[in-house]
């Protein structure tokens, strides 16, 4: 793991000891099961998300599948509409998880979110994947959210 990915996951990690579980659904995991969702600070839902600050966030799931690699996609679902959200690591290999993936194995992988300050605010859904070597979702979910300033 490169010191930027590891200084990623320790402030990650430092953020979950008082982060508490995110309501999600699952929007299509199919080759894993998410077991929580943490985002930190998310004091109250639908969380909260300062403009010009990054979030950490944590996805603990079962992996059902071997897999070499993953890789990480987000989106932010604006009126029906998946429009990228930019994440700093998009290797899930480098983000907490040791690869490879091993079948009937629990994960934590952990990232961070960040608010741009250019965003508008605006109330939208995060849906946020990682996608095995054959582009399954190892999980796939859904979160809502709202960037104030």
């Known amino acids: 793991m490169d010191v930027r990915a590891g200084i990623i996951v320790l402030f990650c990690l430092m953020g979950f000891t008082c982060a508490e579980p995110v309501k999600f659904l699952d929007c299509g995991s199919t080759t894993g099961k998410v077991v929580t969702v943490d985002i930190a600070p998310c004091p ?11 979030y950490g966030v944590n996805v603990t799931f079962n992996s059902d599948v071997l897999s070499q690699t993953s890789t990480a996609l987000v989106h932010g679902i604006i009126a029906g509409v998946p429009v990228p959200f930019p994440i700093p690591i998009e290797d899930g290999c480098k983000s907490g ?25 605006i109330k939208l859904v995060v849906e946020w994947e990682l996608r095995d070597d054959n582009n399954k979702d190892l999980f796939c979910i859904r979160f809502p959210v709202k960037i104030v300033s």
Do not use: A, D, F, M
């Open 97 to 121: 998880i040791v690869c490879p993936i091993q079948q009937q194995h629990k994960y934590n992988y952990v990232n961070l979110l960040p608010v741009k300050t250019q965003y508008p605010s």
């Open 44 to 54: 109250i839902q639908p969380c909260e998300l300062h403009r010009g600050v990054s």
